[in-house]
């Protein structure tokens, strides 16, 4: 199993946006996770769980307890945080956490270096996919105030499928690209994404600047543990 590790030059620089195109080596089929990956949001989601659970009387949970379940589906986030909480409890919890939460969901900034990353990554022969415990309506917002929607071909969200870390997501991202598993990179920032690429039996790469820290995400099979854009820019250049 993988760690983080030092990274040749030219990618030691502390700037992240003179990345160098990318040579096809290894993947075919890049998938990246979302909250916490492509865009800082995860302290913003941890911050409405929090409002959404105090406005309604339940017990509100840490930082590291409400971003633990953040990449999941909304339901599966909420009987994470409060197991035993009842279906009408639930579905007042969930209006309340869209209420805080989707006002204010293009507050967060992309992570420095990502859309010079995705341009860099752009090959013919290379797919880029999205995999993400968003619903569709939250993805497609997403995109339309990002502008990174033309960077991907495919993409797939919670209430599409199975959310994760069940392997459908990439499943059926390999069916759309007929791309075979051992072509197949999943990047996230959760356990559940690196989860999810174990339960689809393809390789994961771990991002630490997310949700979840580096000794978490080592917990499970990875080709390696990255702790900013710029590494994770030189892992792909190298490996990728």
Known sequence: MASSASFPAPFSAPSPLAFKPFAPKRFDLIVFDWDGTIINSTGLIAECIQLAAGELG??????????HIIGLSLQQSIEGLFPTMSAADYARFATAF?????????????????????????HPERFLAVATGKPRIGLER????????????????????????????????MEFTGVARDRVLMIGDTTHDLQLAKNAGVAALGVSY?????????????KAIVDNVTQLAAWLYEHA
């Open 210 to 222: 997310g949700a979840h820290a580096a000794h978490k995400l080592a917990l499970l099979p990875n």
């Open 98 to 122: 869209r209420a805080h939460y989707v006002p204010r969901d293009d507050e967060p900034p992309l992570y420095d270096g990502i859309p010079e990353l995705l341009e860099s990554l752009r």
């Open 58 to 67: 339940f017990p509100v949970p840490s930082t590291v307890e409400a971003k």
């Open 142 to 173: 997403a995109f339309g105030y990002t502008g990174l929607k033309p960077h991907f071909h495919f993409t797939r969200t919670a209430d599409e499928g199975l959310p994760k870390p069940h392997p459908d997501m990439l499943l059926k991202l």
